[in-house]
């Protein structure tokens, strides 16, 4: 099993560029989410699932779209990239249990913009 | 929408005493408190959690206790080792949405 794996591991952009980040998971998770990670601020929720062909904002959704065509894969888009959006981004699944919503993370994308 | 605090943001210990991490949070709905851990460069990976109908949980050196009138909870590492060096977070969810706190990243010094 391989767990919850991010493609790419590192990007680099130019301002204005557009790029897609993957997370596929073959742990049956029913959620899933896009979390960024920036210092100081901890993890803050940019979009997440909770089923396939379904998507939802989190706290921090402007300048990204995400699709969830298949319940194993969850897709981050930046359509136009700032240097805002510099930063790590995880993905995570669950099997979402109220009460005891465990994550599973992938290994993290780091990404920077120009 | 949820707001969970952590308080330290910095914490340095001498090997073998304990550690102390505290969180509030602000919605009285949510359910369910569990901690991360990540070392450096690494994902956060699940420590402990504790449900709200629980007031304490202990699993060897770390335990966690809510106090549900007051909205928060804390993390304590007993005995601190060099392996507990780390960025630790918490956070608080209602149902599937976890919010988390800032984090707390934690030196043991041997």
């Known amino acids: 099993n391989a767990g919850v794996t991010q493609t790419p591991k590192f990007r680099v952009l130019k301002t204005g560029q557009s790029m897609t980040l993957l997370c596929a998971q073959d742990?049956?998770?029913?959620?899933m989410y896009w979390y960024r990670q920036d210092p100081g601020m901890g993890l803050r929720l940019i979009h997440y699932?909770?089923?396939?062909?379904?998507?939802a904002k989190g706290e921090v959704p402007d300048g990204y779209n995400v699709s969830r065509l298949k319940k194993q894969n969850f897709l981050l888009g930046l359509e136009s990239a700032a240097p805002s959006q510099t930063s790590v981004y995880f993905c995570?699944?669950?099997?979402?249990?109220?009460?005891?919503?465990?994550?599973?993370f992938g290994a993290g994308s780091r990404l920077t913009v120009l | 929408g949820e707001n969970v605090e952590q308080h330290p943001s910095t914490l340095s210990v001498q090997e073998g005493d304990s550690a102390v991490i505290k969180c509030t949070y602000s919605d009285s709905a949510s359910n369910y408190f569990p901690w991360y851990k990540q070392e450096l460069g690494k994902r956060p990976q699940l420590i402990i959690d504790?449900?709200?109908?629980?007031g304490e949980k202990k699993d060897q050196r770390i335990a966690v206790t809510l106090n549900k009138t007051a909205k928060h909870f804390s993390l304590h590492i007993t005995e601190t080792q060099p392996e507990d060096s780390a960025v630790y977070f918490c956070?608080?969810?209602?149902?599937?949405?976890?919010?988390f706190g800032a984090g707390t990243t934690v030196t043991v010094r041997a």
């Open positions: 742990m049956n998770h029913e959620y």
């Open positions: 699932s909770v089923g396939e062909g379904t998507t």
């Open positions: 504790i449900r709200s109908n629980v």
């Open positions: 956070a608080a969810a209602n149902d599937y949405k976890l919010s």
């Open positions: 995570a699944g669950s099997r979402g249990t109220s009460g005891a919503n465990v994550l599973t």
